[in-house]
């Protein structure tokens, strides 16, 4: 498996949204959650022989990108993003029609980034149509079709981006990647809500195993609350007014045999109380004898 620094001279992670809705953003802010059917039948019908292996499903703005031979998916109502490793991106408008046409949408947004190469580039297809495609290197360019959107005008005048030597472009490809991604999108990928994604292999490796969690009896359970508590006859089904106080059967016993020892005194006291109220009632009356 190739590391995103091992990519080739021309290869690049590329991200695409075929998008139908008319605000992407607010699908995304409702952070949906992606469904691994829709992945593997979208991978199936790009290549019936690729052994797919669903190998994680995570975070796609806040994990490491796919690497080759993986595909990291989502399917959400009006969005369709697919992230992957192409060996060779130079010109983005003649990417793989298969891919391209995999998913119908109104709009294709295509981005390239090859950090360890300054390769970047961008591409919006619109209804079979290229309207903008852009590819280059810090210091070549390997496409430049179409009109360059408003958002560019800042980078190709100097006032944005870094310029490397005196002949490179007065910026780093992958900065004008970046505001690309804004300005079609409608907002910031990199501090956006999660955007959950599938991740499958398509060279073969097994499913990643994760560990079945371990099973604890009950009287374990209770052991260790013994032994932490100090209690020695806890019992597990004996209702209690809070879950985070634990009250023994026996402090509960006790407890309640010097409530009953209370309301018998109180009441020896209150009989005798009585009585002594009737003597000097008695006495008082006959005071003037």
Not at 35 to 56: H, S
Not at 153 to 161: E, L, N, S, V
Not at 229 to 248: C, M
Request: glycine share 6%.
């Amino acid at each position: 498996m190739l590391m995103p620094s091992q990519l080739g001279a021309n290869a690049a992670i590329v991200t695409i949204w075929f998008v139908t809705a008319s605000d992407p953003q607010t699908i995304i802010r409702s952070e949906p959650r992606a469904d691994r059917g829709f992945g593997r039948k979208l991978l199936a019908q790009l290549n019936p022989t690729w052994p797919i292996t669903p190998i994680g499903q995570f975070s796609l703005n806040r994990s490491v990108p796919a690497s080759a031979n993986e595909f990291y998916i989502a399917g959400f109502p009006g969005v369709t993003i697919i992230q992957t490793v192409l060996e060779d991106v130079s010109a983005l408008s003649k990417l793989s029609p298969r891919l391209l046409k995999s998913v119908p949408s109104t709009d294709i947004y295509v981005f390239a980034v090859n950090e360890e190469t300054t390769l970047g580039g961008f591409a919006h297809i619109h209804e079979n149509s290229v309207k903008r495609s852009f590819i280059a290197l810090e210091e070549r360019v390997f496409e430049d079709e179409g009109m360059p959107g408003g958002f560019e005008t800042p980078y190709w005048a100097g006032k944005k981006g870094t310029r490397k030597t005196p002949l490179a472009l007065p910026f780093n490809p992958i900065e004008l990647v970046h505001e690309a991604q804004r300005a079609w999108l409608g907002f910031d990928a990199t501090t956006s809500p999660d955007i959950n994604v599938v991740a499958y292999a398509v060279d073969g490796r097994p499913e990643p195993r994760i560990p079945r969690p371990r099973q604890i009896s009950s009287a374990a359970v209770t052991q260790a609350a013994v032994d932490k508590l100090g209690f020695s006859d806890y019992d597990d089904y004996e209702q209690h007014d809070s879950p985070d106080r634990i009250v023994p059967r026996r402090v509960t016993a006790n407890a309640q045999k010097a409530a009953h020892s209370a309301q018998k005194m109180a009441k020896s006291m209150l009989r005798a109380g009585r009585e002594w109220g009737a003597t000097m009632a008695e006495k008082l009356r006959h005071t003037d004898r």
